[in-house]
């Protein structure tokens, strides 16, 4: 099984409508963060959490909100989806420990808007 | 804010042979982590090279390598004896490290191994 899981892997889904992309991790990390990629501009950070009660927007948070519920869980919400917001989604982790910043990527979620 | 350039958006190269992905970033830490991921089609972020700003030998990984100029604040990968497994996309990111660590990425380069 993956160390980082996202779920769903891919969805379609209409203007307007609440959409969750869930993550969760079994590696231990207290970091979890979300970012959005898209042709020609890289991967951009939507937001992240540094443990369960930290939460700090990335550069791109506005149409997104987040939870984490627990160490391992961190869940991306687009409480009111639009098609720009088609993109791949990924989460990641990081041990703060080792003080290195590599990143763990879950296998990423494709949403589309119409 | 930190960032990060790549100016190919593609490249190409035949197999076997060399080829290097350019990188280059603005930062006023001294000290910092530069990375190199793979996305291959499969579309999984893989780890290929990181690069501590403190140490001044250049990090290489089997094929892959990096030429590091801090004072330059650019850092290329070089992939030798292309295969036609490296065929993705790869992107350069930085990393301030600490407390705040969280990584910036650069725009990403398509790389294309042929025969």
Redesign the interface.
């Known amino acids: 099984d993956a160390d980082v899981t996202q779920t769903p892997r891919n969805r379609i889904t209409k203007t307007g409508k609440r959409i969750m992309l869930e993550c969760s991790q079994t590696k231990g990390h207290d970091?979890m963060?979300w970012?959005r990629q898209d042709p020609?501009?890289?991967?951009?950070?939507i937001y992240?959490s540094?443990d369960v009660k930290d939460i700090n927007k990335?550069e791109i948070s506005d149409g997104y909100s987040v939870s984490r519920q627990a160490q391992a869980k961190f869940s991306l919400s687009l409480e009111s989806a639009i098609p720009n917001q088609t993109a791949?989604y990924?989460c990641?982790t990081?041990d703060?420990g080792r003080?290195?910043?590599?990143?763990f990527?879950g296998?990423?979620s494709?949403l589309t808007v119409l | 804010a930190q960032t990060?350039t790549?100016s190919q958006?593609e490249m190409s190269v035949q197999e076997a042979e060399t080829v290097t992905l350019s990188c280059t970033y603005d930062t006023s830490e001294n000290n910092y982590?530069l990375?190199w991921y793979k996305q291959p089609p499969s579309?999984?972020?893989i780890?290929v090279i990181?690069q501590?700003a403190y140490k001044q030998q250049n990090a290489t990984e089997n094929r892959f390598s990096v030429n590091f100029q801090k004072a330059a604040k650019s850092f290329s990968l070089k992939i030798s004896d292309s295969q036609l497994g490296d065929t993705a996309m790869y992107?350069c990111a930085f990393?301030?490290?600490?407390?705040a660590?969280?990584?910036?990425?650069?725009?990403?380069t398509r790389l294309q191994v042929t025969l």
């Open positions: 970091r963060y970012y020609g501009l890289g991967l951009r950070l992240y540094f990335g791949l990924f990641a990081s703060f003080d290195t910043g590599e990143l990527f296998e990423g494709r | 990060v790549q958006p982590y990375f579309r999984q972020m780890l990181r501590e992107f990393d301030s490290g600490g407390t660590s969280k990584l910036t990425f650069g725009t990403g």
